[in-house]
């Protein structure tokens, strides 16, 4: 959405009515919006005479985190450790309105009426599958190998990989479920891996194995076709052969890196 005064000024509006800006593109939309509960009552502090204490320190404390989100990462689900912060806040200005307003009182009544039967609804409907499988209707395995597109190699890293396997994850963060080391792969989630260094696919798979890696775990759903910057050395080891591959399940594939043969 941009980082200029502009956007921030217009932040708490454009979080709100247009949410889907701020989460993965292609991703349900409706478990990244904030909702419009904090927009209304938030909006209510700027019309009380005196915030109390806890109030003041927790719209700190969110205000320093906001701006550092608004700097750096831009994704809804980031603001986790904001909401509670705000709840504080958004809670004082609620008992405020039904307390001194009195037509007010009926609107703020209604609107945590409607926050408490929208987020029971919402919540139902996330959480019904896994349901399922608190009542033993499915089995964990079941349930994650039907709804978690990775799972599957995931579990197939796990069965046919050494314990000692180190595996690299491309274009992919969840590795919940591997029993095994890894480390993400992608620049930008740290430093480790040298990729201004590296010239070429071999630069690359000697790096990792010199580093004790074995594996790379690719998404390719996410990375696509693209080609550009660490992509490319990605390319050039799995077509020299230094990146064997071993298997694809639901377009994430599983490779081992093999020595230069020259």
Request: glycine share 10%; proline share 3%; net charge neutral.
């Amino acid at each position: 959405m941009g980082r200029g005064l502009g956007q921030f000024v217009m932040l708490p509006w454009n979080i709100t009515m247009i949410g889907s800006e701020f989460y993965d593109k292609g991703a349900v939309v409706l478990f990244g919006l904030v909702g419009p509960a904090f927009l209304g009552f938030l909006g209510i502090l700027a019309f009380q005479r005196s915030l109390t204490k806890p109030v003041v320190k927790s719209l700190l404390v969110a205000a320093i985190f906001t701006v550092c989100w608004f700097f750096l990462m831009q994704s809804s689900r980031y603001l986790l450790s904001v909401i509670p912060l705000l709840c504080i806040a958004a809670g004082s200005s609620a008992s405020y309105a039904i307390t001194e307003w009195r037509i007010a009182r009926y609107f703020a009544v209604l609107l945590l009426i409607l926050c408490v039967v929208i987020g029971a609804f919402t919540g139902t409907i996330a959480e019904y599958d896994c349901g399922r499988v608190v009542l033993g209707l499915e089995s964990a395995d079941e349930y994650l190998s039907r709804t978690l597109s990775i799972y599957a190699a995931e579990k197939s890293i796990n069965e046919n990989t050494p314990p000692n396997a180190r595996i690299v994850l491309y274009d992919e963060v969840r590795g919940f479920y591997l029993d095994r080391e890894y480390i993400w792969g992608n620049p930008g989630h740290h430093e480790i891996i040298p990729y201004n260094q590296l010239k070429n696919g071999d630069d690359l798979i000697d790096w990792l194995m010199n580093h004790g890696y074995t594996h790379a775990m690719i998404n390719w759903r996410i990375a696509g076709g693209s080609t550009e910057g660490h992509r490319r050395l990605l390319y050039e080891a799995i077509e020299s052969g230094r990146m064997a591959h071993l298997d694809t399940i639901h377009n994430v594939g599983i490779y081992e890196f093999r020595k230069s043969q020259s």
